[in-house]
């Protein structure tokens, strides 16, 4: 049997993509103004970027004792980086390589003194995910296989971010949008947003879905009347509108709003937030992301658990990341990818900035890589010692 034999962080980098092409414009991120659970406070206001964390991302290596290595991504630094290098990561050396389910259910409760969800669950995802790579790795079969073969020929995709004329050119068929303004702008920054969906719809036509991200900035009195001045735009859906945590608000939303279509979820962790929100019927759409819910094995039970109850599942960033690729082009209850756009306009995506080996959208589909685990190019990735100050990977660490 081949068991764990390490698991611990790396700092990593790999090549930067040649830029050859000009861009038509700075991108919508740099300077966007986006509504946010900080909008409130005018000092935070204007740029999101100005309060969100900036800790670093990292890398999580599991090897097994026949050599093999699964590899994974993580974010949030330091803290959930040292979760895993000093408790979660020891504490599974030594179990079955293959045997992720077990692993995952183990992780889950060692969390328990201090709680399975926030930074927890984002070291518990990556963890996971470089699990399930190392799963298959050792079969030499892309995850996706693993998870019963491709349920789809082509992962369908759509643009998230503020640039729609670089979305349509890029072929994408539905076009989300960032909500500048909350409840602290008023009535001004009411109708700025109506008239960001008016012109957007406008713009793409009758044949291109429009959603709208409200990113936890609402509550539910915004929430609804918002919805009611754009409900002729017919939006396909309204997006994380309320704090995650405040469900009676989640609750009256839907009730009040019982033709607009609603979606949330990206910051619920663990399956059993999931589980409440289907059993009360509080939204039409869940949007897990698979880098922070609790990996792969989180997300399938997710996508049970939705079905079941004839929701859909749209995870979030699922078109960026190898792990969101392999899962939606596996999981059948997934209609959707997202791709997050934050380079400029006029830049083909094969010039972005990604990990080596994975793939972008083209007439906005896209199909996962075919190599072993999630395709991830290991060879093209330089590691550069541990991330917490621990051992890291030896001299002669092989890939």
């Known amino acids: 049997m081949v068991d764990i ?5 790396v700092d990593f980098a790999y090549p930067e993509p040649e830029r050859t092409t000009e861009p038509w414009r700075a991108p919508w991120s740099v300077e966007a103004r986006v509504a946010n659970p900080m909008s409130r406070y005018p000092r935070y206001a204007p740029v999101r970027a100005e309060w969100l964390p900036d800790l670093g991302g990292f ?27 000093e408790y979660l990561g020891p504490r599974i050396e030594g179990e079955p390589a293959t045997a992720v389910e077990k692993i995952h259910d183990m992780l889950r409760r060692l969390c328990s003194p201090f709680g399975a969800a926030g930074l927890a669950s984002y070291a518990v995802s990556a963890v996971d995910l470089a699990l399930w790579d190392l799963k298959g790795r050792m079969a030499g079969q892309p995850v996706y296989e693993l998870l019963g073969g491709p349920a789809r020929d082509e992962l369908r995709c759509y643009a998230t971010g503020n640039d729609t004329d670089w979305h349509l050119e890029l072929g994408f068929e539905g076009t989300k949008l960032a909500c500048p303004y909350g409840p602290a702008d008023g009535k001004v920054g009411l109708q700025e947003n109506v008239e960001l969906v ?9 044949e291109v879905e429009v959603m709208l991200d409200c990113w936890m ?60 929100a289907a059993s009360d019927r509080l939204v039409d759409i869940v949007q897990p992301d698979i880098n922070w819910v609790g990996g792969l094995t989180a997300l399938r039970k997710i996508c049970d658990i939705a079905a079941a109850a004839g929701i859909r599942v749209i995870p979030h960033g699922g078109g960026n990341t190898p792990y969101g690729q392999h899962a939606c082009y596996a999981l059948p209850d997934i209609p959707w990818a997202e791709y997050f756009l934050a380079s400029p306009p006029g830049v083909p995506l094969e010039e972005s900035a990604r990990l080596p080996g994975v793939p972008v959208p083209a007439d906005g589909q896209l199909i996962p890589s075919d190599r072993p685990g999630f395709g991830v190019e290991l060879e093209s990735v ?12 030896p001299e002669d660490f092989e890939r």
């Open 198 to 206: 008016a012109e957007t719809s406008e713009l793409v036509g009758p």
């Open 5 to 9: 034999e390490r698991v611990y962080t």
């Open 59 to 85: 890398g999580v290596i599991v090897e097994a004792t026949d050599g093999t290595i699964g590899f994974a991504t993580g974010s949030h630094g330091t803290p959930v980086a040292s979760l895993i290098d």
């Open 217 to 276: 900035a609402f509550d539910e009195s915004y929430t609804v009347r918002l919805a009611e001045r754009v409900r002729e735009y017919d939006l396909y859906w309204i997006e994380e509108a309320l704090p995650p945590e405040n469900v009676a608000a989640h609750r009256a939303v839907r009730n009040r709003l019982p033709g607009q279509t609603l979606a949330t979820g990206e910051h619920w962790y663990t399956p059993e937030r999931f589980q409440q």
């Open 382 to 393: 330089k590691f550069t010692g541990s991330f917490t100050g621990g051992s890291g990977p």
